[in-house]
């Protein structure tokens, strides 16, 4: 309880500031990405944490007693499939996505090249096409499976 208490106190008062300054001359658009940024960061932290918790619940951790690289070559793999296959996309996808904003190609449709909405983008991150190239998309898909 106490723990809690004394890491709010410890959030530094300046670190609101320092972000003002680093955004200063971003358009609204890109101001907004950086925002998207943050939350993917955090949702693949998430991300990991979660296969790290279950990861150390491995049942067979004694398979592995000498740790050569090798072994924890092995650890690693493991680690990987340990997260499901539906987090392990995810987790691919928000670095992805990570990357785009780093290079400043993040928001563009791969597929026609136009740029994707913001609003579009805050409500689904990892995104790579505009609305109207998934949709089309989706509709071919409906078909395949039909
Ligand atoms: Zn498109």
Do not use: H, W
């Amino acid at each position: 309880m106490t723990d809690k208490k004394s890491k709010a106190k410890r959030a530094p008062a300046g670190a609101t500031e320092k972000k003002k300054k680093k955004t200063k001359g971003l358009t609204e658009r890109q101001k907004r990405i950086l925002k998207i940024r943050d939350s993917l960061v955090k949702q693949k932290m998430q991300l990991l944490q979660e296969a790290g918790a279950a990861l150390n619940t491995l049942p067979d951790e004694s398979a592995f007693p000498d740790m050569s690289d090798q072994a924890t070559a092995e650890i690693d793999r493991n680690f990987m499939l340990r997260l499901r296959g539906r987090e392990q996309k995810l987790l691919k996808k928000v670095e992805l996505a990570i990357e785009r904003i780093d290079n400043n190609t993040y928001g563009i449709c791969e597929v026609c090249g136009s740029e994707i909405g913001i609003k579009r983008l805050e409500a689904r991150p990892v995104t790579t096409m505009c609305i109207e190239c998934k949709t089309e998309q989706e509709e071919e898909e409906k078909i395949l499976e039909s």
